[in-house]
């Protein structure tokens, strides 16, 4: 590929649709957090699949509650790309020109298009994993006019979740392990009530002409009732473990959306949208989302990892006084390791597209490739089976924020 300009023709791209077929879902990764290229190509490739395939929803790895903001702002809703990016996209990740460039070509697109909006939601967790209470205030406002009867529950829910309320992942999950075991309980049995209560109402509403506003609101409840359940894995097992319950939401949200009628874009990271299972540092086996999307797809699912071999990369520095929730920083690429699929590459190209499937049956060595990129370091994974293309880019740098940070 010669280009990573936002706006040339996508002619280029004319092998996708062998890649993509008829999926449902394609997802676009990315080795590594905060790379300009790496939001450069995933643009691409999303005009690509809105204007040449029909796809219809840009769902990304921000959160599901917060990210409202972002489907109301592509469909001409008030404020600037900055705020909107900003608040509907969690851990600075929508804070850098190139995803402001994307969010300005969805509006855009629907501004100039005869038919359905091409939508931009969320798909995780409240704040990607701090406190439930955004998630909790919005199922309030359903439940004053809809079910007020909810509300002693939903207050009891709450009363525990201020103990811990904190828009900074860190910060909440460490509130959380110095509440009382007793009060836990009550946090987790006030949420499964409201899950049952409100599964109870869910056909009164739909013949009521509220189905919509229903099934919106049970999502909100649904993140914060795995939210719940990844704190008290967190306070048990560890993170590694307990974040997992990020990519079952993650999984389903878009699954809500197929459910829909939808097809769908994931951007999410490489991990999350790999199709095979992984080991945490206990041996113990982690589903990422792509493992329960294939799953549930079979062929309608479509991994796209991206990565990099030369150039700079992203890592998330630990939490200060000053930064809690952690900054960005630039951080040199090691060279491809042996086995890689970064190793594979040319690096004469700006960027290459491959497509592992199609390649398969022409490489005898297709097993070897057990390594590829998670940010500085190699992960351990059976690439050709984990995803169904690899888009490469030779040289990758940071975004505006990660550059401006390590120049103040």
Do not use: K
């Not at 091409?118 to 909790?136: E, H, I, K, N, Y």
């Not at 041996?283 to 150039?311: M, Q």
């Amino acid at each position: 590929m010669e280009t990573l300009d936002f706006q040339a023709p996508v002619d280029d791209l004319g092998p996708l649709r062998d890649i993509v077929g008829g999926a449902q879902v394609v997802a676009l990764g990315e080795s590594s957090h905060h790379i300009r290229e790496f939001y450069q190509v995933r643009h691409r490739i999303l005009r690509f699949l809105v204007e040449r395939c029909g796809f219809e929803v840009y769902a990304l790895e921000a959160p599901f509650t917060q990210g409202q903001v972002l489907d109301s702002w592509v469909q001409g809703g008030p404020g600037t790309v900055e705020q909107a990016a900003a608040e509907g996209i969690a851990l600075s990740l929508g804070q850098c020109r190139e995803m402001h460039e994307t969010l300005r070509w969805i509006r855009e697109h629907n501004r100039a298009a005869a038919g359905p909006p091409l939508r931009c939601v969320g798909t995780d967790l409240p704040g990607s994993a701090a406190s439930p209470m955004p998630a909790l205030e919005e199922l309030a406002g359903y439940l004053r006019w809809a079910a007020p009867e909810a509300l002693p529950v939903l207050e009891e829910a709450v009363r525990v979740v201020r103990r811990f309320d904190d828009p900074v992942v860190f910060a909440a999950l460490g509130r959380y392990e110095n509440i009382d075991p007793g009060q836990r309980d009550v946090l987790t049995g006030a949420l499964s009530r409201l899950m049952a209560h409100m599964r109870r109402l869910a056909l009164v509403q739909r013949a009521r002409g509220h189905g919509a506003e229903h099934e919106t609101a049970m999502w909100h409840l649904r993140g914060a009732y795995y939210l719940d359940h990844l704190h008290r894995a967190n306070a048990a097992e560890g993170f590694e473990s307990a974040s997992t319950f990020r990519d079952v939401y993650m999984a389903e949200s878009v699954l809500r959306l197929v459910e829909g009628g939808a097809r769908v874009v994931l951007a999410a990271h490489n991990w999350h949208i790999q199709r095979t299972p992984t080991m945490d540092s206990q041996e113990r086996l982690l589903l990422p989302a792509g493992v329960h999307l294939a799953a549930a797809l079979g062929d309608g699912y479509r991994a796209i990892g991206v990565t990099s071999s030369l150039g700079r990369t992203t890592v998330l520095g630990e939490p200060t006084p000053q930064r809690p929730q952690g900054a960005w920083y630039g951080a040199p690429l090691p060279p491809p390791a042996e086995g890689s699929i970064e190793a594979a590459f040319s690096t004469d190209r700006l960027w290459t597209l491959a497509d592992l499937g199609a390649a398969r049956p022409h490489i005898h060595d297709a097993a070897s490739f057990r390594h590829s990129r998670m940010a500085d370091y190699f992960l351990d994974l059976p690439v050709f089976e984990a995803f169904d293309a690899i888009a490469h880019v030779s040289r990758t740098t940071g975004t505006d924020h990660v550059l401006e940070r390590a120049a103040s």
